[in-house]
């Protein structure tokens, strides 16, 4: 049996089986992925084994893609749980394909980032917006506390910040007062809502940045 007829098999066995945690794809299979003609139904589920492994190793998954061509569902799966480029070493960036698919990454991190910095920043996300909320006895020390922590939060935003949970820590601050609590969480869920609909994956930036 030649290897491209076992690749095949073994590669149905798995659809067949319905691995549920496969072993992360080798890159000796994934070049005889590359070199033989495989049929749609072996390259779905080499994606579907690929994508399963996005979350946990991005990185590689995001080059394999890449390398194999036609996965750009894939590529932009992956590209969501990509760390901080800067956060990768020399050796691990080198299994990104080319300089373009390097800057792409870099493109979606770069526009993430002042995204998140721009919620953090804006009028909207203070603890009383407009004066909604707002505590008469504490406001002043309560805007205080939030205003200073979101400063200090948007000079330090990655890629993969969470801001509202970076924020709720403040939680044991403002649970004494009803009234400063509530506008707590009120700006935090908002942050957090704001913050979701930030891209995430290279599909979703826009075309003109």
């Not at 932009?76 to 901080?84: A, I």
């Not at 805007?143 to 400063?151: A, G, K």
């Not at 924020?167 to 601050?173: D, F, G, N, W």
């Amino acid at each position: 049996m030649s290897s491209a007829t076992c690749f095949r098999a073994a590669m149905r066995t798995r659809v067949r089986l319905g691995d549920s945690d496969p072993p992360p794809c080798s890159p000796a299979a994934l070049c005889l992925a590359d070199k033989y003609a495989l049929d749609a139904a072996v390259l779905e589920s080499l994606a579907a084994h690929l994508l399963a492994h996005a979350p946990q190793d991005a990185l590689t998954v995001y080059g394999m893609s890449l390398a194999l061509g036609d996965m750009p569902y894939v590529v932009s799966e992956s590209s969501q749980y990509l760390l901080p480029l800067a956060w990768y070493s020399e050796n691990e960036v080198k299994g990104i394909p080319t300089v373009a698919d390097y800057h792409n990454v870099h493109r979606l991190q770069t526009f993430r980032v002042k995204a998140l910095q721009d919620i953090l920043l804006h009028s909207d996300s203070e603890l009383f917006p407009h004066g909604y909320g707002m505590c008469a006895k504490h406001s002043k020390s309560a805007e205080s506390v939030w205003d200073r922590t979101r400063l200090i939060l948007a000079r330090k935003i990655e890629t993969n910040t969470d801001v509202a949970g970076e924020m709720e820590i403040l939680v044991y601050i403002f649970q004494s007062c009803s009234t400063c609590c509530k506008a707590f969480t009120a700006a935090v869920q908002m942050l957090a809502y704001k913050c979701r609909r930030v891209p995430r994956r290279l599909d979703q930036l826009p075309s003109d940045f």
